[in-house]
């Protein structure tokens, strides 16, 4: 019997990863997409990066933060030719990967609010709730754990 319904499966009957999870992981990538969209713009590159970032090493911790939801970005991507060279312990390593950017995304979220001196700031107060609720949205889902349990064979 299925826990969930057929369409959550791929052929080889692990669960398929949620949309949600995707998204979650771009959004932890967003000092990575920050940096690159204020290079990307020529007229003034530092005005898009300085509203996120008001002090340069904010962004170094930001893009430092940004490598493990990368890690497993690329490894969500490439998960069938990881499984097809039976390459399947990687799996163990999205929860705490996710776990461990999550909280330091809060806690980044934290100092820099500190180093503004508590002043409100959207590019501060929206990434804070959206990371707390994604910290809850981890902590209280079943499906991710039982998607690596499938993973694991």
Known sequence: MLKYPPHRYDDNGRLLPPVILTLLLCYLCRGLFIFL??????HNPQLVVQ???PKTE????ALLQSVLPLICLILLAYR????????MRWS?????????S?????????????????VYHQGIALPFVMSTLSLLWLY?????RHMVLTWKY
């Open 37 to 42: 969209l204020g290079h990307v713009n020529l």
């Open 51 to 53: 509203w996120f970032y």
């Open 58 to 61: 904010l962004l170094q911790w």
């Open 80 to 87: 069938n030719i990881l499984w097809n060279k039976k390459m």
């Open 92 to 100: 163990y390593c999205l929860l705490p990967f996710l776990c461990v």
């Open 102 to 118: 999550l909280l330091w995304d809060v806690g980044l979220l934290l100092w820099q609010a500190h180093q503004s001196h508590w």
């Open 140 to 144: 209280r889902t079943r499906y991710l």
